[in-house]
């Protein structure tokens, strides 16, 4: 419940791009990274429903999983020191001699690093069994602890989204056509996707490098989620969509040039910040699909921003900031 209040307290804004005035699409953008100071954008609502559920449980500790520059577990960190949990980020990668801006943050506020090499980590997403190993390992080494899967991404995640649906809807009183996110997991885009039921179209725009494999994986996760959100009655949800293409080489890679150049004018036009990794790329792909005349004129087309600010630290972002 109160979280729908605060979710009803983000603003939606017009926004003005002279690239895609043309198009006949009004473009308004749900500011979702001003949800809260810390717990950025869309992390504020999938750890929201898993925070609870920890506490419920009689947990004192969460651990969880993200790069160096993770958001989630930025916003993970945030929260246990904010709300007097302890934390644990298992990190992707070696110990590096420097810490990333965000890991510093996030040991800063208490969390405790535990680094696992590339490799390792990589077995540790495919194979349960090394999960298991792991996990038993680190409960006997720092006592218990409710474990949230790498960037939130499981049903009370997708439920915290699905309350981030319902409150643009009633906000907005159902007037509009399609929802645009930025989409690493597919978590957001199931909750939004369940919250909107088949009236709307939900685009989730990819910011993985599809081979078509992982793209597949993701899709096929959102299914499973949306399936598991939408009650009987309300039937099926497949008002969504992933939107693969708009990824510009890949999950937190160097952007290329057009991107570069597009994140200042868009920067420079709306006045509104992005971050490199996801919502830089949902924006990049609405203005293509809007010149290409996906939508017809006249469309009103909500993005949301999901926030992770934080992560222009690992790039040169627009004004040098
Ligand atoms: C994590 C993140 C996403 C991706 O959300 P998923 O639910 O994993 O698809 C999008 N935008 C921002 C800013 C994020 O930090």
């Not at 949800?35 to 009689?58: M, P, R, T």
């Not at 949800?237 to 937190?252: Q, T, V």
Request: glycine share 14%; with cysteine; net charge positive.
């Amino acid at each position: 419940m109160e979280l729908l209040v605060r979710a009803r307290q983000v603003p939606v804004e017009t926004i003005d791009l002279h690239c895609i005035k043309a198009s006949g699409v009004e473009l308004l953008v749900r500011r979702d990274d001003l949800v809260d100071e810390q717990l950025s954008g869309n992390k504020f609502y999938k750890l929201f429903y898993n925070i609870e559920c920890a506490e419920q449980l009689g947990y004192r500790q969460i651990l969880s999983f993200g790069g160096a520059y993770s958001n989630h577990l930025y916003s993970l960190a945030a929260a246990g020191k904010r709300l007097g949990f302890a934390t644990v980020g298992v990190v992707r990668g070696e110990r590096p001699v420097i810490l990333s801006p965000t890991l510093l943050d996030a040991e800063r506020w208490g969390m405790r690093l535990v680094f696992v090499g590339r490799a390792d980590y990589r077995e540790l997403t495919q194979t349960s069994a090394s999960l298991a190993v792991l996990l038993s390992r680190l409960r006997h080494e720092l006592g218990g602890f409710y474990c949230i899967p790498e960037g939130g991404a499981n049903l009370a995640g997708a439920q915290g989204m699905q309350v981030l649906g319902r409150a643009l809807d009633e906000q907005l009183q159902g007037k509009f056509d399609s929802v645009c996110l930025a989409c690493g997991t597919g978590t957001g885009l199931a909750g939004v996707a369940a919250a909107l039921g088949g009236t709307k179209s939900v685009l989730g725009f990819s910011v993985l490098k599809g081979s078509s494999g992982v793209d597949a994986g993701i899709g096929s996760e959102v299914a499973r989620l949306t399936e598991q959100l939408v009650t009987t009655n309300t039937g099926q949800a497949d008002n969504w969509r992933l939107i693969s293409g708009f990824h510009g080489g890949g999950y937190g890679k160097r952007l290329p040039p057009y991107l570069q150049r597009f994140w200042q004018t868009f920067e420079q036009e709306t006045g509104l910040q992005l971050d490199p990794v996801y919502t830089l790329k949902m924006f990049w792909g609405i203005t293509r699909l809007a010149q290409q005349g996906y939508w017809p004129k006249g469309s009103r087309v909500v993005a949301i921003h999901s926030g992770g600010l934080q992560g222009r630290r690992g790039f040169t972002a627009p004004n040098g900031s």
